[in-house]
């Protein structure tokens, strides 16, 4: 896998079979980037379970949050990584684990160990992008801001 570019086909395959996202480093912090991706995720339809062993046992945006990945009583399709790119191969060998199908982690956030370990084991990977953002532009909503997408449609909120 080229892990400089995705495909449109890559990205929107991942995002369309994802229902349950794991967010590693989720904020209850309303100003964090963390929270802003996972209150877009929601309002699209996922459902985002934070992950952040600061904030455990708290409520973030309606989802209680634990302090690891196995925490979580419920199967996981993606993981997404908020934390340092370090960190990656501890949370892949989890999300391995755990039987998730993507790994994805934030912009700022690579690892090509952890990357290769998580295909090994047949898991979809995504290094350096983030899921809202990618989720807005595939959609066509980004470009609603006066951003050039390359993507042209019509099609107002639909689920990718």
Not at 20 to 37: E, K, L, Q, Y
Not at 69 to 98: G, H, K, N, Q, W
Request: proline share 5%.
């Amino acid at each position: 896998m080229d892990h400089e570019s995705y495909s449109d086909e890559y990205l929107r395959g991942i995002l369309r079979r994802t229902r349950t996202i794991a967010m590693v480093g989720a904020s209850p912090h309303w100003n964090r980037p963390s929270f802003f991706a996972m209150k877009y995720l929601q309002a699209k339809g996922f459902r985002v379970i934070p992950v952040n062993p600061r904030a455990e046992g708290q409520e973030i945006l309606g989802e209680t949050c634990y302090a690891r990945l196995e925490d979580i009583p419920v199967p996981i399709d993606m993981v997404d990584i908020f934390r340092t790119s370090d960190a990656a191969p501890a949370l892949v060998d989890s999300a391995i684990r755990l039987g998730a199908k993507t790994v994805w982690m934030q912009i700022g956030v690579r690892n090509d160990a952890a990357a290769a370990t998580a295909e090994a084991a047949g898991l979809d990977v995504v290094m350096n992008h983030c899921p809202k953002i990618e989720f807005s532009r595939l959609s066509g909503e980004l470009g609603w801001n006066g951003v050039n997408t390359g993507i042209i449609t019509a099609r107002r909120h639909k689920r990718i």
